[in-house]
């Protein structure tokens, strides 16, 4: 399509970048009209698609895994946020502008191209309710300004979830209008939260279910699955909600260190109605155990999600892939890792995994052996990680087989090792049919939602609702218990449910959930953000990051185990926010630092 130059004041670049970008006030010389941008659904969803395009993939943005920031992996080098730097993983956030034309996910940064793509949703929304300019059904309306406001909300979920509250821009900018007044001021999270839920609840009542079963969605039908429909907004309405109502959210808001239960109450009724939803239509449902990593990655070239994923990354572009989300992750001498470092997973955190009957390994009758301390573990486990002995490439030749003791081959022989003992593979499928060039044709992504992470925060919603407080309660819109809701998600990981000692008591009951999502979610990108808004990223319990020494005996199994401390991460209260980079502190007053920094 021919690019359409239009020349906007758009608040990403006039309060962030120093120069006006300009694209949606049409220009006196532009050569097309804004009744042929706007005026019939083709068109101007055109320029709809621009925002889809700014979403940006969680792991290739940061190239090489970099967007786990909590206990979950090591590197060879000390990662930034271990050290307390925040500062120092700026490019992992800031780039260098907006190009929308670049489908190359490795380039985008969640700063500029959320502010970007908020600009737009503004311009959507004030051009599809101007009078008498779309001349499109309906139907076609509700569908463009649903998606315009589900972006607004969702853009600004990206921002707000790593640097706090910021001002909600609702409405196209003027140029010359000032920055310093009560609108610009700069809200807290919990302020954001609850008006991108107002645009996400509004976004839910326009959107379809499924673009298929709309007459809009006939000409692409079949290929709509990653268009923004009902479930998205439902999802991140209630994730807005459960985030905004968390105990470090609602301590900066009230001065309380606990959950906001009309908040988590809202949140709980939101999960409950996409799920009533998705029970009632069967768009969305859980993968099979047998099918459980379709989520995250797939074979010849196939599209990830399957049923489960929600929302992943829309930019699929094939030569991408593997080169950072498999490529980091597997030994260097596969061939697939041209960098110089390896991510990880750190042994304190696969404690986290279960046994195979469901307890965890802290619990006297669960027969963890620590002296042979892989052995029993739950299936998750063994689809997420890889340890000594494991086959992890079919050949005839050294690499066949993990060889991760001390002085093993993947563990220094060669560059980059892994310094944990361990290696991941819920992106990189090593087992003893992998070769490099299947590798070439595996496509993996990180879901950004998917429905394991809506039952979860279903369960933490309605713990703390309101109107639930136990294990027992329900949403009051859907039947299930925050206890089913976690044995759903174990249910069908082949494990039983939860023993009756873990659901008599909502304190007990939430360190399993805290556990659970830990495991289901692992390297999703979660963790970071769950322990902050738990107001854990600074607890004792999540600090250290180890790893296990062992020797190899004579039967294969390890032996002279030893736990080693390699890095306690720094976090303290300053670190709940990452710092906002001075040139735009300084654009005007109203827009402070955040705290600490």
Known sequence: ???????????????????CEKYLDKAPEA?????????????????????????????????????????????????????GNYWGAEGLFYGQGVNTTDNNSRSKRIWEYAWYAIAKANQAIQKIDQDGLFQGTEEEKKIIKGQALFFRGW??????????????????????????TEEFKRLNFQETAIKMAEDFRAAADLLPANWDDVPTGQPTLG???????????????????????????????????????DLCQQAAEAFGELLTLADQTGEYKLQSWSTWTDNF???????TGGTEVIMAPTIYDRTRV???????????????????????????FIKNYAMANGLPITDPASGYNPNDPWKGREPRFYKDIVVDGDKI?????????????????????????SITGYYAKRYSP????????????????????????????????????????????????????????????????QLPNLDAKFTANPQVFFEEIVRERAVELAFEGARFLDLRRWNRNSDPRYLDKTAIDFDRGPDGKPVNLQERLIIRRVATKKHNWLPIQVKFINLYEGFPQNPGW
């Open 1 to 19: 399509m021919k690019r359409i130059k239009f020349y906007i004041v758009f608040f990403t670049v006039m309060l962030f970048a120093g120069s």
């Open 31 to 83: 050569d097309i009209s804004e009744r042929e941008v706007f005026g019939n659904f083709i068109s101007f969803q055109g320029f709809v698609e621009e925002m889809y395009n700014c979403i940006m993939d969680p792991n290739k943005g940061g190239a090489w895994n970099q967007y786990l920031f909590a206990d979950e992996t090591l590197n060879n080098s000390p990662y930034n946020f271990d050290n």
């Open 155 to 180: 853009f600004y979920f990206q921002i707000a979830q790593y640097w706090g509250g910021m001002p909600y821009i609702t409405r196209v900018l003027d140029q010359k209008e000032s920055l310093v």
């Open 223 to 261: 290929q709509n699955r990653t268009r923004v429909n009902k479930y998205f907004a439902l999802g991140y309405l209630g994730k807005a909600l459960l985030f905004a109502g968390s105990p470090m959210i609602n301590q900066e808001a009230s001065g309380s260190n606990t959950f906001d239960p």
């Open 297 to 303: 990655w797939r074979w010849n070239n196939e599209r």
């Open 322 to 348: 593997r080169w950072s989300t498999v490529g980091a992750t597997v030994p260097s001498s596969f061939g697939l890792n041209s960098g110089s470092s390896a991510d990880v997973p750190t042994h304190n």
């Open 393 to 417: 490439m079919s050949c005839s030749c050294s690499d066949a087989t993990a060889q991760l003791y001390n002085g093993g081959r993947h563990r220094s022989q060669i560059q980059p090792p």
């Open 430 to 493: 090593m087992d003893a049919s992998f070769t490099v060039s299947k590798a070439n044709g595996l496509q993996a992504y990180v879901p950004y939602l998917r429905l394991a992470d809506i039952y979860l925060m279903y369960a933490e919603a309605v713990l703390y609702s309101k109107n639930g407080g136990t294990p027992q309660s329900t949403s009051g819109n859907y039947s299930l218990t925050a206890e089913g809701a976690v044995n759903r998600i174990r249910n069908r990981a």
